[in-house]
């Protein structure tokens, strides 16, 4: 089991920045592969970014590459997701979410722990 608590979100102008945080319980914060998703009003919980278990490969939506980086701390059992360049098409309700397996993957369903989210807003 782990609990994830997402933070950093807010409003933000179009063009600015946002570093959002997922903290996570427990002590085997390493076994698991983390991910991050989104989810606008009206419309499906999209992938963003993934990140392996040791940090050494992520994966990215193409609407996000370039702009968006995913990185992690074992060592504080967080993961972030650094945002920039930041358009009105990115406010959403981002989460965190986990799956205590090697691979990544862009399905939510392959995904087993989610944080409850953290709102981001970008006014134009």
């Known amino acids: 089991q782990v609990q994830l608590v997402e933070s950093g979100g807010g409003l933000v102008q179009a063009g600015g920045s946002l570093r959002l945080s997922c903290a996570a319980s427990g002590r085997t914060f390493m076994h698991y592969a983390m991910a991050w998703f989104r989810q606008a009003p009206g419309k499906e919980r999209e992938f963003v970014a993934a990140i392996s278990r040791s940090g050494g490969n992520t994966d990215y939506a193409d609407s996000v590459k370039g702009r968006f980086a995913i990185s992690r701390n074992n060592a504080k059992s967080t993961v972030y997701l650094q945002m920039n360049s930041l358009t009105p098409d990115d406010t959403a309700l981002y989460y965190c979410?986990?799956?205590?397996?090697?691979?990544?993957?862009?399905?939510?369903?392959?995904?087993?722990?989610w944080g409850l989210g953290t709102q981001v807003t970008v006014s134009s």
């Open positions: 979410a986990a799956r205590a397996v090697v691979q990544m993957t862009t399905i939510p369903l392959e995904y087993v722990f």
